[in-house]
Protein backbone atom coordinates (compact mmCIF):
# COMPACT_ATOMS: atom_id res chain seq x y z
CA UNK A 1 0.00 0.00 0.00
CA UNK A 2 1.39 3.29 -1.15
CA UNK A 3 1.04 6.48 1.53
CA UNK A 4 1.55 8.89 -1.44
CA UNK A 5 -0.86 10.53 -4.45
CA UNK A 6 1.64 10.58 -7.41
CA UNK A 7 0.41 12.59 -10.91
CA UNK A 8 2.20 14.51 -13.20
CA UNK A 9 1.68 18.45 -13.63
CA UNK A 10 2.81 19.16 -16.93
CA UNK A 11 5.94 17.73 -16.99
CA UNK A 12 6.64 18.03 -13.60
CA UNK A 13 5.55 14.15 -11.40
CA UNK A 14 4.26 15.38 -8.19
CA UNK A 15 3.97 13.03 -4.99
CA UNK A 16 2.33 14.36 -1.73
CA UNK A 17 1.70 12.20 1.47
CA UNK A 18 0.21 14.83 3.70
CA UNK A 19 -3.05 16.12 2.00
CA UNK A 20 -6.72 16.67 3.18
CA UNK A 21 -8.98 14.30 1.05
CA UNK A 22 -11.25 17.46 0.83
CA UNK A 23 -8.15 19.63 -0.89
CA UNK A 24 -9.72 20.68 -4.73
CA UNK A 25 -7.58 21.11 -7.34
CA UNK A 26 -7.97 24.40 -8.17
CA UNK A 27 -7.31 25.63 -4.69
CA UNK A 28 -4.24 23.40 -4.81
CA UNK A 29 -2.71 24.46 -7.87
CA UNK A 30 -3.61 28.08 -7.48
CA UNK A 31 -1.18 27.92 -4.32
CA UNK A 32 1.41 26.64 -6.16
CA UNK A 33 1.24 29.56 -8.54
CA UNK A 34 -0.58 28.17 -11.34
CA UNK A 35 -3.37 31.56 -11.29
CA UNK A 36 -3.91 31.24 -15.01
CA UNK A 37 -6.99 28.30 -13.38
CA UNK A 38 -9.59 30.84 -12.29
CA UNK A 39 -11.85 30.70 -9.58
CA UNK A 40 -16.15 32.08 -10.55
CA UNK A 41 -18.74 30.00 -9.73
CA UNK A 42 -16.93 27.60 -7.61
CA UNK A 43 -19.40 24.75 -8.24
CA UNK A 44 -18.42 23.60 -12.06
CA UNK A 45 -20.92 26.06 -14.04
CA UNK A 46 -18.26 28.90 -15.51
CA UNK A 47 -15.37 27.15 -16.73
CA UNK A 48 -12.78 29.91 -15.77
CA UNK A 49 -11.34 27.08 -13.20
CA UNK A 50 -10.91 24.55 -16.83
CA UNK A 51 -7.95 21.93 -16.67
CA UNK A 52 -6.90 19.25 -19.36
CA UNK A 53 -6.84 15.90 -17.49
CA UNK A 54 -5.23 12.92 -19.06
CA UNK A 55 -5.47 9.29 -17.97
CA UNK A 56 -5.05 5.58 -18.92
CA UNK A 57 -8.42 3.77 -20.04
CA UNK A 58 -8.10 0.53 -21.26
CA UNK A 59 -4.19 1.06 -21.55
CA UNK A 60 -5.30 4.20 -24.06
CA UNK A 61 -4.95 8.06 -23.43
CA UNK A 62 -8.05 9.69 -22.62
CA UNK A 63 -7.53 13.72 -22.68
CA UNK A 64 -10.34 15.69 -21.16
CA UNK A 65 -11.51 18.94 -20.05
CA UNK A 66 -12.56 18.95 -16.40
CA UNK A 67 -13.78 22.09 -13.77
CA UNK A 68 -10.61 22.11 -10.99
CA UNK A 69 -12.98 23.71 -8.82
CA UNK A 70 -14.77 20.60 -7.99
CA UNK A 71 -12.32 18.14 -8.78
CA UNK A 72 -10.82 16.82 -5.58
CA UNK A 73 -6.95 16.34 -5.45
CA UNK A 74 -6.49 12.79 -4.71
CA UNK A 75 -8.85 11.91 -7.67
CA UNK A 76 -5.75 12.58 -9.89
CA UNK A 77 -3.63 9.88 -8.63
CA UNK A 78 -1.91 8.20 -11.81
CA UNK A 79 -3.42 11.18 -13.86
CA UNK A 80 -1.67 14.14 -15.75
CA UNK A 81 -2.93 17.47 -15.39
CA UNK A 82 -2.01 20.62 -17.60
CA UNK A 83 -3.07 24.68 -16.88
CA UNK A 84 -3.28 27.17 -19.62
CA UNK A 85 0.91 27.67 -18.55
CA UNK A 86 1.81 23.93 -20.02
CA UNK A 87 -0.02 25.74 -23.20
CA UNK A 88 1.69 27.94 -24.81
CA UNK A 89 5.00 30.48 -24.26
CA UNK A 90 4.15 34.49 -25.35
CA UNK A 91 6.73 33.47 -28.10
CA UNK A 92 5.09 30.11 -29.66
CA UNK A 93 1.60 30.69 -28.64
CA UNK A 94 -1.13 27.67 -28.97
CA UNK A 95 -3.29 27.77 -32.57
CA UNK A 96 -5.94 28.11 -30.37
CA UNK A 97 -4.22 31.24 -28.19
CA UNK A 98 -3.12 32.55 -31.97
CA UNK A 99 -6.63 31.99 -33.29
CA UNK A 100 -8.06 33.89 -30.05
CA UNK A 101 -5.70 36.89 -30.57
CA UNK A 102 -6.27 36.84 -34.45
CA UNK A 103 -10.38 36.96 -33.78
CA UNK A 104 -10.83 38.64 -30.50
CA UNK A 105 -12.37 36.19 -28.73
CA UNK A 106 -11.39 37.59 -25.38
CA UNK A 107 -12.15 41.12 -23.44
CA UNK A 108 -11.61 41.25 -20.20
CA UNK A 109 -9.92 37.65 -19.99
CA UNK A 110 -11.28 36.51 -16.61
CA UNK A 111 -13.42 33.02 -18.67
CA UNK A 112 -10.63 33.22 -21.49
CA UNK A 113 -8.09 30.75 -20.28
CA UNK A 114 -10.97 27.94 -19.46
CA UNK A 115 -12.20 28.65 -22.70
CA UNK A 116 -8.63 27.74 -24.45
CA UNK A 117 -8.73 24.59 -22.13
CA UNK A 118 -11.85 23.65 -23.58
CA UNK A 119 -10.84 24.62 -26.93
CA UNK A 120 -7.42 22.96 -26.92
CA UNK A 121 -9.23 19.76 -25.27
CA UNK A 122 -11.70 19.51 -28.21
CA UNK A 123 -8.77 20.13 -31.06
CA UNK A 124 -7.63 16.06 -29.45
CA UNK A 125 -11.08 15.22 -29.32
CA UNK A 126 -12.09 12.17 -31.43
CA UNK A 127 -13.72 13.26 -34.40
CA UNK A 128 -14.02 17.06 -34.18
CA UNK A 129 -15.17 18.71 -36.49
CA UNK A 130 -16.17 22.33 -37.27
CA UNK A 131 -19.82 21.90 -36.93
CA UNK A 132 -21.32 24.69 -34.76
CA UNK A 133 -23.61 21.97 -32.45
CA UNK A 134 -20.66 19.96 -31.93
CA UNK A 135 -18.47 23.30 -30.87
CA UNK A 136 -21.25 24.37 -28.68
CA UNK A 137 -21.18 21.28 -26.89
CA UNK A 138 -17.44 21.23 -26.17
CA UNK A 139 -17.56 24.92 -25.08
CA UNK A 140 -20.99 24.25 -23.09
CA UNK A 141 -19.24 24.22 -19.95
CA UNK A 142 -17.98 28.11 -20.52
CA UNK A 143 -19.80 31.22 -19.89
CA UNK A 144 -18.51 34.31 -20.90
CA UNK A 145 -20.30 37.94 -19.98
CA UNK A 146 -18.64 40.05 -22.14
CA UNK A 147 -16.81 38.79 -25.52
CA UNK A 148 -19.62 36.89 -26.92
CA UNK A 149 -19.68 33.82 -28.36
CA UNK A 150 -19.32 34.13 -32.11
CA UNK A 151 -15.52 34.90 -32.29
CA UNK A 152 -14.70 32.13 -29.90
CA UNK A 153 -16.58 29.72 -32.14
CA UNK A 154 -14.49 31.24 -34.88
CA UNK A 155 -11.45 30.96 -33.07
CA UNK A 156 -12.37 27.18 -32.95
CA UNK A 157 -13.02 26.45 -36.22
CA UNK A 158 -9.56 28.70 -37.39
CA UNK A 159 -7.72 26.42 -34.67
CA UNK A 160 -9.22 22.99 -36.31
CA UNK A 161 -7.28 23.76 -39.77
CA UNK A 162 -3.66 24.28 -37.49
CA UNK A 163 -1.35 21.23 -37.37
CA UNK A 164 -0.37 19.63 -34.57
CA UNK A 165 1.14 21.72 -31.82
CA UNK A 166 4.62 21.24 -29.20
CA UNK A 167 1.62 20.58 -26.71
CA UNK A 168 -0.44 17.81 -28.21
CA UNK A 169 3.23 16.15 -28.80
CA UNK A 170 4.29 16.42 -25.09
CA UNK A 171 0.36 15.27 -24.00
CA UNK A 172 1.30 12.26 -25.85
CA UNK A 173 4.13 11.35 -24.62
CA UNK A 174 2.71 10.82 -21.27
CA UNK A 175 0.89 7.68 -22.29
CA UNK A 176 4.40 5.98 -21.33
CA UNK A 177 4.71 7.79 -18.52
CA UNK A 178 1.34 7.03 -16.88
CA UNK A 179 1.81 3.45 -17.21
CA UNK A 180 4.93 3.75 -15.28
CA UNK A 181 3.28 5.15 -12.32
CA UNK A 182 0.11 2.62 -12.86
CA UNK A 183 1.60 0.35 -10.23
CA UNK A 184 -1.52 -1.55 -8.89
CA UNK A 185 -1.18 -0.51 -5.20
CA UNK A 186 -3.99 0.69 -2.96
CA UNK A 187 -3.41 4.42 -1.24
CA UNK A 188 -4.36 5.31 1.86
CA UNK A 189 -3.18 8.68 3.56
CA UNK A 190 -4.06 9.72 6.58
CA UNK A 191 -4.21 13.45 8.09
CA UNK A 192 -5.46 15.27 10.85
CA UNK A 193 -7.98 13.00 11.78
CA UNK A 194 -9.18 12.43 8.15
CA UNK A 195 -7.75 9.53 5.46
CA UNK A 196 -8.07 9.39 2.30
CA UNK A 197 -8.06 5.95 0.49
CA UNK A 198 -7.62 4.97 -2.89
CA UNK A 199 -8.33 1.24 -3.84
CA UNK A 200 -6.89 -0.35 -7.28
CA UNK A 201 -9.54 -3.02 -7.39
CA UNK A 202 -13.32 -3.52 -5.54
CA UNK A 203 -12.31 -5.64 -3.78
CA UNK A 204 -9.92 -3.07 -1.89
CA UNK A 205 -12.77 -0.75 -1.65
CA UNK A 206 -15.36 -3.49 -0.57
CA UNK A 207 -12.89 -4.47 2.48
CA UNK A 208 -12.55 -1.16 3.34
CA UNK A 209 -16.31 0.22 3.75
CA UNK A 210 -17.01 -3.10 6.10
CA UNK A 211 -14.42 -1.69 8.83
CA UNK A 212 -15.05 2.28 7.79
CA UNK A 213 -18.98 1.85 6.82
CA UNK A 214 -19.37 5.74 7.08
CA UNK A 215 -16.77 6.40 4.30
CA UNK A 216 -17.87 8.77 1.37
CA UNK A 217 -17.48 7.02 -1.85
CA UNK A 218 -16.46 9.58 -4.36
CA UNK A 219 -16.35 8.97 -8.50
CA UNK A 220 -16.29 11.99 -10.41
CA UNK A 221 -17.44 14.38 -7.41
CA UNK A 222 -19.59 16.89 -9.89
CA UNK A 223 -22.06 16.18 -6.59
CA UNK A 224 -19.02 15.57 -3.70
CA UNK A 225 -17.54 18.55 -5.19
CA UNK A 226 -20.57 20.86 -4.15
CA UNK A 227 -20.54 19.44 -0.45
CA UNK A 228 -17.19 20.57 0.09
CA UNK A 229 -17.03 24.38 -1.73
CA UNK A 230 -20.71 25.43 -1.17
CA UNK A 231 -22.16 23.74 2.16
CA UNK A 232 -18.46 23.56 3.83
CA UNK A 233 -18.79 20.27 5.13
CA UNK A 234 -16.00 18.23 6.25
CA UNK A 235 -15.33 15.06 4.96
CA UNK A 236 -13.23 13.00 7.42
CA UNK A 237 -13.36 9.43 5.46
CA UNK A 238 -13.14 9.50 1.65
CA UNK A 239 -12.70 6.81 -0.85
CA UNK A 240 -11.59 7.43 -4.47
CA UNK A 241 -12.72 5.07 -7.29
CA UNK A 242 -11.94 6.22 -10.33
CA UNK A 243 -8.20 3.92 -9.94
CA UNK A 244 -10.49 0.26 -9.96
CA UNK A 245 -9.91 -0.85 -13.14
CA UNK A 246 -13.35 -3.55 -12.26
CA UNK A 247 -15.47 -0.36 -11.49
CA UNK A 248 -14.83 1.30 -14.76
CA UNK A 249 -15.95 -1.88 -16.90
CA UNK A 250 -18.45 -1.07 -20.08
CA UNK A 251 -19.54 -3.99 -21.47
CA UNK A 252 -21.63 -5.54 -24.07
CA UNK A 253 -23.53 -8.61 -24.69
CA UNK A 254 -20.88 -10.74 -26.87
CA UNK A 255 -23.06 -10.81 -29.75
CA UNK A 256 -23.47 -7.43 -30.42
CA UNK A 257 -25.06 -4.40 -28.52
CA UNK A 258 -28.14 -6.18 -28.24
CA UNK A 259 -27.88 -9.81 -26.78
CA UNK A 260 -27.36 -9.17 -23.61
CA UNK A 261 -27.44 -5.04 -22.94
CA UNK A 262 -24.96 -3.11 -21.62
CA UNK A 263 -23.47 -3.60 -17.52
CA UNK A 264 -21.62 -0.38 -16.83
CA UNK A 265 -19.42 -0.11 -13.41
CA UNK A 266 -19.35 2.27 -11.21
CA UNK A 267 -16.32 4.26 -11.68
CA UNK A 268 -17.78 4.66 -15.49
CA UNK A 269 -18.45 8.28 -16.56
CA UNK A 270 -21.52 9.82 -18.28
CA UNK A 271 -19.36 10.73 -21.23
CA UNK A 272 -17.38 7.03 -21.52
CA UNK A 273 -20.61 5.70 -21.72
CA UNK A 274 -22.84 7.60 -23.86
CA UNK A 275 -21.84 6.29 -27.17
CA UNK A 276 -22.54 2.48 -25.68
CA UNK A 277 -25.88 3.59 -24.59
CA UNK A 278 -26.96 5.50 -27.35
CA UNK A 279 -26.54 2.26 -29.33
CA UNK A 280 -29.11 0.47 -26.93
CA UNK A 281 -31.53 3.52 -26.97
CA UNK A 282 -30.86 6.29 -28.70
CA UNK A 283 -33.19 8.74 -27.12
CA UNK A 284 -31.17 8.14 -23.94
CA UNK A 285 -28.36 9.06 -25.97
CA UNK A 286 -29.61 12.50 -26.74
CA UNK A 287 -30.51 12.86 -23.08
CA UNK A 288 -27.28 12.41 -22.19
CA UNK A 289 -26.33 15.59 -23.88
CA UNK A 290 -28.53 17.44 -21.78
CA UNK A 291 -27.30 16.60 -18.42
CA UNK A 292 -24.91 18.80 -17.54
CA UNK A 293 -21.96 20.10 -19.80
CA UNK A 294 -19.44 18.27 -21.63
CA UNK A 295 -16.43 18.95 -18.69
CA UNK A 296 -19.56 17.71 -15.99
CA UNK A 297 -19.83 14.63 -18.19
CA UNK A 298 -16.46 14.12 -18.58
CA UNK A 299 -16.30 13.48 -14.31
CA UNK A 300 -19.94 12.56 -13.65
CA UNK A 301 -20.43 8.95 -13.23
CA UNK A 302 -23.47 7.02 -14.09
CA UNK A 303 -23.68 5.45 -11.20
CA UNK A 304 -23.03 8.42 -8.84
CA UNK A 305 -26.11 9.83 -10.38
CA UNK A 306 -27.99 6.86 -8.97
CA UNK A 307 -26.17 6.30 -5.54
CA UNK A 308 -26.82 9.95 -4.74
CA UNK A 309 -30.73 9.41 -4.46
CA UNK A 310 -31.22 12.52 -5.76
CA UNK A 311 -35.35 13.07 -6.95
CA UNK A 312 -34.34 15.07 -9.66
CA UNK A 313 -31.70 13.07 -11.17
CA UNK A 314 -31.68 12.95 -14.74
CA UNK A 315 -30.56 9.39 -15.07
CA UNK A 316 -32.51 7.17 -12.95
CA UNK A 317 -35.87 8.10 -14.88
CA UNK A 318 -34.60 7.19 -17.89
CA UNK A 319 -32.89 3.89 -16.48
CA UNK A 320 -36.05 3.09 -14.62
CA UNK A 321 -38.00 3.05 -17.91
CA UNK A 322 -35.46 0.84 -19.43
CA UNK A 323 -35.81 -1.83 -17.03
CA UNK A 324 -31.98 -1.39 -15.56
CA UNK A 325 -30.95 -3.61 -12.76
CA UNK A 326 -28.76 -2.45 -10.11
CA UNK A 327 -25.71 -4.17 -8.49
CA UNK A 328 -24.79 -3.76 -5.08
CA UNK A 329 -21.96 -5.57 -3.12
CA UNK A 330 -20.97 -5.61 0.78
CA UNK A 331 -17.89 -7.21 1.22
CA UNK A 332 -17.82 -10.18 -0.27
CA UNK A 333 -21.47 -10.84 -0.92
CA UNK A 334 -23.51 -9.02 -4.28
CA UNK A 335 -27.71 -8.39 -4.86
CA UNK A 336 -29.16 -7.48 -7.75
CA UNK A 337 -32.33 -4.91 -7.45
CA UNK A 338 -34.34 -3.62 -9.79
CA UNK A 339 -33.52 0.24 -9.85
CA UNK A 340 -36.93 1.54 -8.50
CA UNK A 341 -36.89 -0.67 -5.76
CA UNK A 342 -33.32 1.30 -4.94
CA UNK A 343 -35.03 3.98 -4.02
CA UNK A 344 -37.15 4.39 -0.41
CA UNK A 345 -37.70 7.93 0.49
CA UNK A 346 -35.78 10.67 -0.08
CA UNK A 347 -32.47 10.87 1.44
CA UNK A 348 -32.61 7.01 1.75
CA UNK A 349 -31.60 4.69 -0.36
CA UNK A 350 -31.51 0.51 0.26
CA UNK A 351 -28.53 0.04 0.90
CA UNK A 352 -26.59 -1.81 4.46
CA UNK A 353 -23.88 -0.52 5.90
CA UNK A 354 -20.78 -1.02 4.27
CA UNK A 355 -22.66 -1.70 0.57
CA UNK A 356 -21.96 0.41 -2.33
CA UNK A 357 -23.10 0.44 -6.10
CA UNK A 358 -20.95 -2.15 -8.26
CA UNK A 359 -22.41 -1.49 -11.21
CA UNK A 360 -26.03 -1.10 -13.36
CA UNK A 361 -27.15 -3.21 -16.41
CA UNK A 362 -29.80 -1.69 -19.24
CA UNK A 363 -30.99 -4.77 -20.18
CA UNK A 364 -31.75 -4.79 -24.13
CA UNK A 365 -35.03 -3.61 -25.49
CA UNK A 366 -37.84 -6.28 -26.39
CA UNK A 367 -38.37 -6.10 -30.13
CA UNK A 368 -41.45 -3.62 -30.92
CA UNK A 369 -40.59 -1.44 -28.02
CA UNK A 370 -40.90 2.21 -28.37
CA UNK A 371 -38.98 4.20 -25.71
CA UNK A 372 -38.68 7.83 -25.62
CA UNK A 373 -37.35 10.22 -22.51
CA UNK A 374 -37.99 14.27 -22.41
CA UNK A 375 -36.57 16.42 -20.22
CA UNK A 376 -37.88 19.73 -19.27
CA UNK A 377 -35.86 22.69 -17.95
CA UNK A 378 -35.58 26.30 -18.43
CA UNK A 379 -32.21 25.98 -19.95
CA UNK A 380 -30.97 23.40 -22.47
CA UNK A 381 -26.98 23.50 -21.06
CA UNK A 382 -26.70 22.75 -17.72
CA UNK A 383 -29.72 23.18 -15.63
CA UNK A 384 -31.44 20.85 -13.30
CA UNK A 385 -34.99 19.43 -14.42
CA UNK A 386 -38.15 20.56 -12.98
CA UNK A 387 -39.37 17.15 -14.86
CA UNK A 388 -38.11 14.44 -16.70
CA UNK A 389 -40.10 11.84 -17.95
CA UNK A 390 -39.03 8.06 -19.60
CA UNK A 391 -41.21 6.14 -21.24
CA UNK A 392 -40.82 2.56 -22.90
CA UNK A 393 -44.05 0.59 -24.24
CA UNK A 394 -44.91 -2.45 -26.40
CA UNK A 395 -47.89 -3.29 -28.12
CA UNK A 396 -49.44 -6.34 -29.53
CA UNK A 397 -50.25 -6.93 -33.25
CA UNK A 398 -53.44 -5.89 -32.18
CA UNK A 399 -52.51 -2.34 -30.44
CA UNK A 400 -52.96 -3.47 -27.25
CA UNK A 401 -50.39 -2.19 -24.45
CA UNK A 402 -48.57 -5.82 -23.34
CA UNK A 403 -45.52 -3.56 -21.79
CA UNK A 404 -45.24 -0.26 -20.31
CA UNK A 405 -43.40 1.25 -17.91
CA UNK A 406 -43.96 5.13 -17.15
CA UNK A 407 -40.86 6.54 -14.82
CA UNK A 408 -40.46 10.18 -13.91
CA UNK A 409 -37.98 12.66 -11.97
CA UNK A 410 -39.03 15.74 -10.05
CA UNK A 411 -42.86 14.68 -9.45
CA UNK A 412 -42.02 13.01 -6.27
CA UNK A 413 -39.21 12.23 -3.32
CA UNK A 414 -37.86 9.70 -4.96
CA UNK A 415 -37.06 8.93 -9.10
CA UNK A 416 -40.19 6.33 -9.55
CA UNK A 417 -42.82 4.66 -11.80
CA UNK A 418 -46.29 6.09 -12.40
CA UNK A 419 -48.07 3.05 -11.21
CA UNK A 420 -51.57 3.60 -11.67
CA UNK A 421 -51.00 5.08 -15.20
CA UNK A 422 -49.50 2.28 -16.20
CA UNK A 423 -51.99 -0.10 -15.20
CA UNK A 424 -54.86 2.31 -16.95
CA UNK A 425 -52.49 1.17 -20.09
CA UNK A 426 -51.83 -2.46 -19.62
CA UNK A 427 -54.19 -4.32 -21.61
CA UNK A 428 -56.07 -1.33 -23.27
CA UNK A 429 -55.88 0.04 -27.30
CA UNK A 430 -53.16 2.21 -27.50
CA UNK A 431 -55.56 5.48 -28.68
CA UNK A 432 -57.01 8.59 -27.22
CA UNK A 433 -59.28 6.97 -24.49
CA UNK A 434 -55.86 5.05 -23.40
CA UNK A 435 -54.36 7.78 -22.98
CA UNK A 436 -56.76 10.21 -21.41
CA UNK A 437 -57.21 7.61 -18.61
CA UNK A 438 -53.29 7.43 -17.76
CA UNK A 439 -53.28 11.20 -18.04
CA UNK A 440 -55.99 11.36 -15.39
CA UNK A 441 -54.68 8.24 -13.51
CA UNK A 442 -51.09 10.59 -12.88
CA UNK A 443 -52.90 12.36 -10.36
CA UNK A 444 -53.19 9.40 -8.17
CA UNK A 445 -49.75 8.59 -8.95
CA UNK A 446 -47.70 11.85 -7.86
CA UNK A 447 -48.57 14.87 -5.45
CA UNK A 448 -45.23 17.02 -6.68
CA UNK A 449 -43.90 19.80 -4.88
CA UNK A 450 -43.79 23.53 -5.75
CA UNK A 451 -40.74 25.21 -5.19
CA UNK A 452 -38.18 27.77 -7.50
CA UNK A 453 -37.71 25.47 -10.46
CA UNK A 454 -41.51 24.74 -11.04
CA UNK A 455 -44.88 24.93 -9.06
CA UNK A 456 -47.21 21.66 -8.46
CA UNK A 457 -49.53 22.85 -10.85
CA UNK A 458 -46.89 23.13 -13.86
CA UNK A 459 -45.34 19.42 -12.14
CA UNK A 460 -48.29 17.80 -12.85
CA UNK A 461 -49.58 19.64 -15.88
CA UNK A 462 -46.03 18.63 -18.21
CA UNK A 463 -46.32 15.27 -16.55
CA UNK A 464 -49.70 14.69 -18.41
CA UNK A 465 -48.87 16.39 -21.53
CA UNK A 466 -45.21 14.63 -21.89
CA UNK A 467 -47.91 11.49 -22.05
CA UNK A 468 -49.57 13.05 -24.54
CA UNK A 469 -46.16 13.67 -26.47
CA UNK A 470 -45.20 10.51 -26.13
CA UNK A 471 -48.23 9.02 -27.82
CA UNK A 472 -48.04 11.29 -30.61
CA UNK A 473 -44.65 10.25 -31.41
CA UNK A 474 -45.67 6.74 -30.83
CA UNK A 475 -49.23 6.72 -33.02
CA UNK A 476 -48.53 4.06 -36.19
CA UNK A 477 -44.84 3.02 -34.78
CA UNK A 478 -45.93 0.78 -31.99
CA UNK A 479 -48.22 -1.20 -34.53
CA UNK A 480 -45.52 -1.51 -36.89
CA UNK A 481 -42.86 -2.21 -34.71
CA UNK A 482 -45.04 -5.02 -33.79
CA UNK A 483 -46.13 -6.18 -36.70
CA UNK A 484 -42.64 -6.19 -38.09
CA UNK A 485 -40.93 -7.26 -34.63
CA UNK A 486 -38.44 -4.53 -35.51
CA UNK A 487 -35.90 -2.62 -33.52
CA UNK A 488 -34.75 0.23 -35.69
CA UNK A 489 -37.04 2.79 -34.42
CA UNK A 490 -36.39 1.92 -30.27
Known sequence: ??????????????????????????????????????????????GACMVIVARLRQGRLAVKAVNACIQLLPMLDGAAVFTIEDI??????????????????????????????SMVAYRQAEGA???????????????????????IVKAMKQALLAPPAAFEQRVAEMTERLHALADGQDVLIEHEGSSLFVPATAESLALRLISFPDTVIVAGATDVGLWVTKAMRPLPRVAFIGQCADLLRLETGAQGPYAKGLYVGAAVTYEEAREALARILPDFGVLIGRIGSTPIRNSATLCGNIANGSPIGDGPPALIAAGAILHLRCGLERRDMPLEAFFLAYGKQDRRP????????VPAPLPGTFYRSYKISKRFDQDISAVLGAFALRCDAKGRVIDVRLAFGGMAATPCRAHHAEKALMGALWNEDALEAAREALSLDFKPLSDMRASAWYRQTVAANLLTRFFEESRGETMRLAKAGSLAHV
Open 1 to 46: MRQTIRFYLGERLVSLCDIAPDTTLLDWLRHEGRTGTKEGCNEGDC
Open 88 to 117: GTPGALHPVQEAMVALNGAQCGFCTPGFVM
Open 129 to 151: SDDDAAIDAALSGNLCRCTGYAP
Open 354 to 361: GEFVEGVS
